[in-house]
């Protein structure tokens, strides 16, 4: 689906005339609109949000909302795919803008993973069971419901790899290699037991042994931006802030995770932050 363009008599107003605009729409629509905002939304559009959070946890809060007949999503497409999936039949769910995409579930074509699951069949004796992480796309999340798998948060993640482990000789978790390779090391893998499949490359870039022998197998995928932090970042603030705390997000590199004083989601981030008294560093 294209974007329109938006009409000349929205763009043309100022600020101060759009936030009127939302507030006389949103007086008139009532409880039948509710607008979402994700936590990496900009203030002037957080501040029309019925509800901040994680992409899942606005995504259930919507579909709780039995009276909304409109969800308004401020986020990337896989979020409002996501509250599509979860709401009433009854409820419309729109996206503002169709062109913000999540450059990681970019990364997962589901036709890249049929051909991924077919060569790992073929080379896995056992039984083999996809996750995929919320950051995905909704085509992505059927092919793991299709084939006896799941859809993980980063909250969930750890708990949701032990359930697949506890029914499977193999996992292949999607689209994230960092929030796989660290989940999985948090439950006591070592890296050996991990291959990372590479979409553009014959077996994922990997020989069969390899591929027989991992235990978890990671899609090349990546956020772009948690990507951008190394560990030369960390190591210089705490050079130049002496006994600061850091904290990262799952999806991060490795080699960051394991200089951080603490890993969790971005709720729990949030979390840490808020509770953390005055003057903590």
């Known amino acids: 689906m294209l974007q329109t363009l938006l009409p000349d008599r929205f763009a043309r107003l100022n600020d101060n005339e759009t936030d009127t605009r ?3 729409a949103r007086a008139r629509l009532g409880r039948r609109l509710v607008i979402l905002g994700h936590h990496y939304q900009r203030d002037e559009v957080i501040k029309f949000a019925d509800v901040r959070g994680d992409s899942f ?3 259930e809060w919507a579909a709780n909302r039995k009276d909304a007949e409109y969800i308004v999503f401020c986020g990337v497409h896989f979020m409002a795919e996501s509250a599509d999936i979860l709401s009433a039949d009854y409820q419309k769910v729109v996206l503002p803008d169709l062109s ?4 990681m579930a970019d990364m ?3 036709d890249q993973v049929e051909t991924c699951w077919e060569e790992l069949e073929r080379l896995t ?3 083999i069971i996809p996750i995929t992480y919320m950051n995905s ?3 992505i999340k059927a092919f793991c419901g299709r084939h006896g798998g799941a859809v993980c948060t980063s909250s969930n993640a750890a708990q949701v ?3 697949a482990l506890e029914r499977s000789d193999k996992i292949l978790f999607l689209p994230d290699q960092h929030l796989g390779r660290n989940t999985a090391h948090s439950l006591g893998f070592r890296l050996e037991e991990m291959a990372v499949w590479d979409p553009y490359e014959e077996l994922g870039g990997n020989s069969a ?4 022998n991992s235990r978890i197998v990671l899609w090349k995928g990546h956020c772009s931006v948690h990507q951008r932090f190394l560990p030369q970042h960390v190591a210089q603030l705490r050079e130049r802030h002496p006994g600061i705390r850091v904290i990262s997000h799952p999806e991060c590199r490795f080699e960051v995770i394991q200089l951080s004083d603490d890993v969790g989601s971005t709720e729990h981030i949030i979390r840490r932050l808020t509770q953390s008294p005055a003057g903590t560093k």
Do not use: D, Q
């Open 108 to 110: 997962a074509a589901v």
């Open 100 to 103: 913000a995409g999540c450059s």
């Open 161 to 163: 790899m032990r359930w």
């Open 22 to 24: 939302i507030r006389e």
């Open 125 to 127: 004796p056992g039984k």
């Open 209 to 212: 042994e390899t591929l027989s």
């Open 57 to 59: 946890k606005l995504a």
């Open 137 to 139: 796309a909704a085509t």
